[in-house]
């Protein structure tokens, strides 16, 4: 049998996995990295408008710090974050962005003296100070009360993607690409590693490690409409849910992006309002300033999307032939300032739209975008149920942004998240509890398992196809488990989910191609992923108010006396049908800033 | 009103598209190479990213590409389009004609059908050429950061911008005959690191990477790969500034 042994194993080649390993790397610890895909083509490459961090350099960044960043994080997640860790989290950020800027994230900077930018459709003079010159800028985003968000350009995903992968090569951590966690390696207790199977020959392989960092992002594709790239699955949360004793924490939490391209999906990014873009309706009239008179465009995500659904709802959506959509306008912005730092905006409104941005409006819809939810841990990244478990990132949940995150707050935390969590596996693997006495026979056992449920489905005579089953799952969840919800669909959601989890048992095959045969993988994931849609629809159908991300129009207030709590979302028996929800309560005592209005 | 996609007129037909996708799987020792056709109607806004996925889902679910952002952002889809290096995610059929011929980059090492394996090659690359800022310097996360001009902290970002999608690579006279060509993803990111002052590299550091006929003086300027990189990226010119810099050393 195959198996490599490391001190540490990373699922996961993005941000927060990265920078987890480097963290551990640099403690001494022997570390490997799992990609599905080489790390560099990672869904953190998409994050486009930028990192918030309470640098204060800017004009209108000026008296930032960290509590104001705190405040404006636990309001966006109207009250549902963990408040130690985002206090954690704001005093790690500035430091995470300087560690970025010696590794070579060529950050946009001050220029001192005056500028023209747009500020509530209004051209505004600016006058930067002189000291800052050169020091890292800051563009406005959504629900914060500062200009706070460091970027470069609008590729500031892809710029810090590649400054901390270059990282790791320069420091030697091996990347095995192409592979993909199908299992955990435990015995109830304790994590010793993962089943992987390479997605180039189809073989099943053991890793076993003192520590596992889960770090595989958000499961947006469990939805029809979804920014999300094609690999953000969720199957790193779903084998964790799998051990039974690994609970996935406030799953019904799932931010809808105001502003992707319509019908395609594609994020354009908030800096376009951040900026000072405006939202239009079909008539041209910028509906905004009509709902939230003083936040406009600028409201947090869960609010702005709301407003835009409800706007198309009330007769004001324009519509081409796949259906209705709102107008972002950036024209006011001019053409330099686009070609300067919006241009991948530019790109995408060109090549999948045929449209200049820079003259014309761009059509654009609320889509799936981010997971709130994920692998429950403490705040410093221990997975709650397995000795030896860690995630971070978009696959944990730590709690940083409870019900809705705010913009330019996640790759933020990818790389705060890699700096503690990476510092609490290489603390986990100097103490007693990190030596490990694995037995052979549960690292054989575990994979045997594995290789019979591959075997099972490659040779099932099942009628059910694994492409129709994931897109009608697709479908439920876009268009019962999406902005808005009720009771009613979502009961008709959770029925519908069970039944295709189900049916997923009698997928049959069509190919039988010797290597990694794509729709064998597909077939075993989707059952996967249809429990995690039922962690969501179940998890949503049991909250019985509106907080953050989640609304329900049959409880359309925040319920603190009921739900000042969290989901925990287990998976006990392999048999079962809906997820045993069981509830934390967020303790009140220990708030800093206790629950209050949004503003 | 403002005019969203460049419609299709309604009393044209929608076009039968004829996709021709070059096929092998080096898993199955049975498998040779050959062209397979599917046929599949054209919809609105159809991408090769929607049309190979309606392939596999409704034809044939063997078929292997590789996307993962579909955006054109992360470089994992380039192929050869009608011959042509470019990324597949972001390539509209109606672009194209009705019969579209689809083929795995050339150079990489094929994973199947149309998926290679570029991310081993950039790997290697990158170890080669140590594509990370090299500093000696202690960074204190506490205090401020260091300036930076913000005119050269865009320039940075314009050569930052590559995605290591291989198109330049797959477009490039020289890779064809010389295995170990750099090709211009390895000397545009040495151009790069250079211009940024935090890297202490010099130039006769950079000279030790690429002063030979694998790296700079292996370029023929044909200059395939400033006409087909999707991100538009001055090759051209960063090549030919490098040249001249390291002629210099090598010179001297």
Redesign the interface.
């Known amino acids: 049998m195959d198996v490599i042994h490391t001190d540490v194993l990373v699922i996961g080649g993005g941000l927060a996995g990265l920078r987890a390993a480097l963290g551990a790397r640099k403690r001494g610890q022997k570390v490997i990295i799992l990609s599905l895909v080489p790390p560099k083509r990672s869904h953190s490459a998409a994050a486009q408008g930028g990192m918030q961090a309470s640098l204060g350099n800017t004009a209108k960044g000026a008296g930032d710090n960290e509590d104001i960043h705190f405040e404006d994080t636990v309001r966006g997640s109207d009250w549902g974050a963990d408040q130690e860790v985002a206090r954690m989290f704001v005093h790690t950020a500035p430091k995470a962005v300087r560690e970025l800027a010696a590794w070579g994230v060529p950050w946009n900077r001050v220029q001192a003296g005056p500028r023209d930018v747009i500020i509530d459709s209004q051209r505004v003079t600016l006058t930067e100070p002189e000291a800052a010159h050169g020091l890292i800028t800051a563009r406005d985003f959504g629900g914060t009360k500062k200009w706070r968000t460091c970027y470069v350009s609008d590729g500031t995903g892809h710029a810090m993607l590649y400054a901390v992968s270059d990282r790791t090569i320069a420091e030697g951590i091996p990347v095995h690409e192409r592979m993909e966690a199908v299992s955990l390696i435990h015995d109830g207790e304790r994590c010793y590693g993962a089943i992987v199977r390479n997605l180039i020959s189809g073989k099943l392989l053991a890793y076993v490690a003192r520590a596992t960092c889960i770090a595989t992002g958000g499961f947006g594709r469990i939805y029809q409409s979804t920014t999300n790239a094609v690999i953000n699955e969720g199957i790193g949360a779903a084998i964790a849910l799998e051990t039974g004793v690994v609970p996935l924490a406030n799953m019904e939490a799932v931010q809808f992006h105001p502003t992707a391209i319509f019908p395609a999906g594609i994020l354009v990014t908030e800096g376009c309002r951040g900026d000072g873009g405006l939202l239009r309706d079909v008539d041209g009239h910028r509906f905004m300033p009509d709902y939230e008179p003083e936040k406009k465009e600028l409201a947090s995500r869960d609010v702005v999307s709301r407003r835009m659904e409800a706007h198309i709802r009330s007769g004001k959506g324009a519509s081409n032939r796949f259906g209705e959509h709102l107008w972002l306008d950036i024209t006011l912005l001019g053409e330099a300032h686009i070609n300067g730092k919006l241009r991948e905006v530019k790109e995408i409104c060109q090549h999948f739209l045929g449209i200049d941005p820079a003259k014309q409006w761009i059509p654009v819809r609320p889509a799936q975008h981010y997971s709130m939810g994920g692998i429950r841990t403490d705040a410093h990244g221990a997975a709650r149920g397995l000795s030896g478990l860690f995630a971070c990132g978009e696959a944990a949940c730590w709690d940083l942004h409870g019900f809705n995150r705010l913009g330019g707050n996640s790759v933020a935390e990818t790389v705060v998240a890699g700096m503690i969590v990476g510092e609490a596996i290489a603390d986990f693997c100097a103490t007693p509890e990190g030596d490990m006495h694995v037995s052979t026979a549960l690292v054989r056992d575990c994979r045997e398992q594995e290789n019979a449920r591959f075997a099972d489905i490659a040779t099932s005579r099942g009628q059910e196809s694994a492409s129709v089953l994931m897109q009608r799952m697709q479908a439920i969840m876009s268009e019962k488990v999406g902005i808005v919800r009720n009771g009613d669909d979502l009961t008709v959601a959770v029925d519908e989910l069970k039944n295709l989890l189900l049916r997923s048992r009698q997928i049959g095959l069509r190919s039988s191609a010797p290597g990694a045969n794509p729709e064998l993988t597909t077939a075993w994931r989707v059952q996967k992923m249809l429990k995690l849609a039922l962690c969501v629809a179940y998890g949503a159908l049991q909250r019985s108010e509106s907080r953050g991300a989640h609304f329900r129009e049959d409880y359309p207030r925040r319920d603190d006396a009921q739900w000042l709590k969290r989901t925990l979302a287990f998976w006990r028996d392999p048999e079962q049908r809906v997820p045993t929800l069981e509830y934390e309560n967020l303790d009140v005592r220990h708030m800093e800033l206790p629950p209050g209005w949004r503003g | 009103m403002?005019?969203?996609?460049?419609r299709k007129n309604d009393t044209q037909p929608t076009r039968r598209l004829c996709i021709q996708v070059l096929r092998h799987?080096?898993?199955?020792a049975a498998s040779v190479p050959h062209l397979q056709a599917f046929e599949i109607a054209e919809a609105?806004?159809m991408?090769l990213f929607i049309a190979l996925n309606e392939i596999?889902?409704?034809q044939?679910?063997?078929?292997?590409f590789?996307?993962?952002?579909?955006?054109?952002?992360?470089?994992?889809c380039a192929m050869l389009i009608d011959g042509r290096p470019g990324l597949a995610c972001?390539t509209?059929t109606r672009d194209l004609g009705t019969t579209i011929t689809l083929a795995p980059l050339p150079f990489f090492e094929l994973?199947?059908d149309l998926s290679v394996?570029?991310?081993?090659w950039?790997?290697g690359t990158?170890?080669r050429l140590?594509?990370?800022?090299h500093?000696s310097?202690q960074?204190d996360?506490?205090?401020?950061?260091?300036?930076?001009?913000?005119e050269l902290?865009?320039a940075?970002?314009e050569l930052?911008?590559c995605?290591?999608c291989g198109c330049c690579i797959a477009g490039c006279g020289t890779a064809q005959m010389r295995e170990k060509f750099v090709g211009a993803v390895g000397l545009n990111k040495i151009a790069r690191?250079r211009l940024?002052p935090?890297?202490d590299r010099s130039n006769d550091d950079f000279y030790e990477l690429i002063g030979d006929d694998d790296g700079v003086f292996g370029c023929m300027s044909l200059l395939g790969c400033h006409d087909v990189c999707p991100k538009q990226l001055p090759l051209q010119t960063q090549i030919a500034y490098l040249r001249r810099k390291m002629a210099v050393i090598g010179l001297a």
Do not use: H
């Open positions: 403002i005019s969203i996609l460049r799987n080096p898993a199955d609105e806004g991408t596999r889902a409704t044939d679910p063997s078929l292997q590789d996307f993962v952002c579909r955006a054109g952002i992360c470089g994992s972001r509209l994973i199947g394996n570029t991310g081993k950039m790997r990158s170890e140590q594509t990370w800022i500093s310097a960074t996360l506490d205090a401020l950061e260091a300036p930076m001009e913000p902290a865009e940075i970002y930052d911008r995605i290591e690191f940024d935090r890297d």
